[in-house]
């Protein structure tokens, strides 16, 4: 089993940054891809995007320019540094990782959540 745990998230006025944590453990060896969605309010589910073990990694549309997606293999964490931030980003983010690929069906593990809220 993974456990995932994220930190980092919470109140930014429009235009700030935020940079988000996501720390694995319990059986790491079995995660190849780690990365972060998210779901505002009153809408789906987004993948912003994930890094694979190798460094092979994928970023929205959505965010492309804005945010960036990191990975330390050694202290099995994933970052999401966030900027410029607009209120569109508010959401809760969630840290997801699976044996193989984010972006092939539902992940396996997934971790709380953590809100984001931008202000205007």
């Known amino acids: 089993q993974v456990q995932l745990v994220e930190s980092g998230g919470g109140l930014v006025q429009a235009g700030g940054s935020l940079r988000l944590s996501c720390v694995a453990s319990?059986?790491?060896?079995?995660?190849?891809?780690m990365g972060w969605y998210r779901q505002g309010l009153g809408k789906q589910r987004e993948l912003v995007g994930g890094?694979?073990?190798?460094?092979?990694?994928h970023i929205a549309d959505s965010v492309k320019g804005r945010f960036t997606i990191s990975r330390d293999n050694a202290k099995n964490t994933v970052y999401l540094q966030m900027n410029n931030l607009t209120p569109e980003d508010t959401a809760v983010y969630y840290c997801?990782?699976?044996?193989?690929?984010?972006?092939?069906?539902?992940?396996?593990?997934w971790g709380q959540g953590t809100q984001v809220t931008v202000s205007s």
């Open positions: 997801a990782a699976d044996p193989v690929s984010l972006r092939v069906g539902v992940p396996v593990y």
């Open positions: 890094q694979t073990t190798g460094g092979s990694g």
């Open positions: 319990g059986n790491t060896a079995n995660i190849n891809s």
